[in-house]
């Protein structure tokens, strides 16, 4: 896994809960915390400090995945705000991720394993979004869509239909957007 993303969560805790819970957090996983955003890291460090975190608070791996993944949107959009400008709203932003942001993250960071994902519309109008990782972390792909809704002022639910967690092949994940 790419550094940038342990810098995004150090940040995402800095900023919510202080510098010293991040410091807690590393101590207590007993890893050695120093990510240069270009570097590699097993993804083991990162479902580590999940874990330790999860631990801490209460709350499950899942839940606190999705919670970077919302809390990282808007730092994602402060660093690469090229990739969020030109969207009126997350669905498209969403879109975009095959085509426009993953290519360019391949760019910035070489050998990032990116996720990739399928998009289709139910006849609702929701937004069917199937997820494929051998990292299976489907709940911070959650966080992230929440975190793109919150930036474009939108308010969407999210319904886990199929999970690569529970032996499916791939995740399938509704997104519907609240009027």
Not at 44 to 52: G, I, N, R, W, Y
Not at 107 to 134: N, R, V, W
Request: hydrophobic share 45%; aromatic share 10%; charged share 20%.
């Amino acid at each position: 896994m790419k550094g940038v993303i342990f810098n995004l969560l150090e940040e995402a805790v800095v900023l919510e809960h202080g510098p010293d819970t991040w410091t807690d957090l590393i101590d207590a996983t007993g890893v050695d915390g120093a990510f240069t955003s270009l570097g590699s890291y097993p993804d083991e460090t990162l479902l580590a400090l999940v874990d330790t975190a999860a631990a801490a608070t209460g709350k499950t791996p899942s839940d606190v995945l999705r919670w970077f993944g919302a809390a990282a949107m808007p730092l994602l959009a402060e660093r690469y705000g090229v990739f969020f400008t030109g969207h009126s709203g997350a669905r498209s932003f969403i879109l975009s991720v095959n085509e426009i942001i993953h290519p360019e993250v391949r760019k910035l960071y070489s050998g990032a394993g990116c996720p990739h994902f399928q998009f289709s519309t139910d006849a609702e109008g929701a937004m069917i979004i199937g997820y494929q990782s051998p990292r299976r972390l489907c709940a911070l792909a959650e966080g992230f869509i929440l975190g793109a809704a919150a930036h474009y002022g939108e308010q969407v639910t999210i319904t886990h239909l199929a999970c690569m967690l529970d032996g499916s092949p791939l995740c399938r994940i509704r997104v519907r957007w609240v009027e």
